[in-house]
């Protein structure tokens, strides 16, 4: 929260963000929900959130929305033990596994196994020559075509090597302890094909629960040199040596930018 509030105060000097939409951003980014609800029940409780997953929540909440989850008719009642753990449940978005097991399978069992292909792609990487003229220094690039490796799921992708995994999900779950300061501590679990195969010794997930990994040698996914949609690649086809590129030159000690034709290397 103290980050947001900094961001927003630094936009508010150096951007001009009107001081009204700074407030608004204030009152309901901070919470992550927006208005609250009315509520005429008495002593402590929690009420149900869903979300368009069909996890849920009890919260100790009154908010209609609240991070992604919206409030619904049902509640619970809590003593002042239980008020705490759904405190500290809510601060590290944790959901109880029983609360949750329907959704859970639904989860996993669309999460099937898929395989990826290796594929390479050209990069051009920049090259800087530094040329000085009296109290004048310009710079201009001449790219080299460089080859580079990374991982797509479509089969028919351009320029495969051949190479291929499959990739598999396994899941993380969460307990619950109380330390010799009396203060709550997440265990996490090792991760498991299935979360039920812990056979309830751990009670929680978080919502990000899942990872997917090398079915074969147990890694977590590694794209080594980027993903197939980075903006900066390009197919080797495109690279033509002999043509003429377009540098552009930056000039220090003036303001003045120019243009400059500079063929590629050979």
């Not at 609360?99 to 859970?104: F, L, Y």
């Not at 669309?110 to 109290?135: C, F, W």
């Not at 990872?211 to 977590?220: C, N, Q």
Request: aromatic fraction near 12%.
């Amino acid at each position: 929260m103290k980050n947001l509030k900094l961001n927003l105060e630094k936009m508010i000097k150096v951007r001009g963000l009107p001081l009204v939409l700074a407030a608004t951003v204030m009152a309901t980014g901070l919470t992550g929900c927006g208005k609250k609800a009315e509520c005429d029940i008495n002593g402590s409780h929690a009420h149900l959130y869903t979300n368009e997953e069909n996890f849920i929540r009890y919260i100790d909440k009154e908010y209609l929305s609240y991070e992604g989850y919206e409030r619904q008719e049902d509640y619970i009642t809590l003593t002042k033990e239980e008020e705490e753990l759904r405190k500290f449940e809510d601060k590290k978005n944790l959901l109880r596994i029983d609360e949750n097991i329907e959704a859970i399978e639904e989860y996993q069992e669309q999460n099937t196994d898929y395989i990826e292909y290796r594929y390479a792609y050209t990069y051009l990487m920049p090259i800087p020559h530094y040329v000085s003229t009296g109290k004048t220094t310009s710079v201009y690039f001449t790219y080299i075509p460089t080859t580079h490796y990374s991982w797509t799921s479509n089969p028919d992708h351009s320029r495969l090597t051949g190479e291929q995994r499959r990739c598999h999900h396994v899941y993380q779950a969460y307990n619950v302890v109380i330390d010799e300061k009396g203060n709550y501590v997440l265990v996490p679990s090792e991760y498991v094909d299935n979360i039920f195969d812990l056979n309830g010794e751990y009670t929680y997930i978080k919502e990000k629960f899942c990872k997917v990994i090398d079915a074969e040698y147990g890694y977590d996914l590694d794209y080594e040199d980027g993903v197939e949609d980075d903006p900066d690649l390009i197919q080797e086809e495109d690279v033509n040596l002999e043509n003429v590129v377009i540098q552009s030159s930056a000039t220090t000690k003036t303001n003045i930018e120019e243009k400059k034709l500079v063929k590629s290397l050979t």
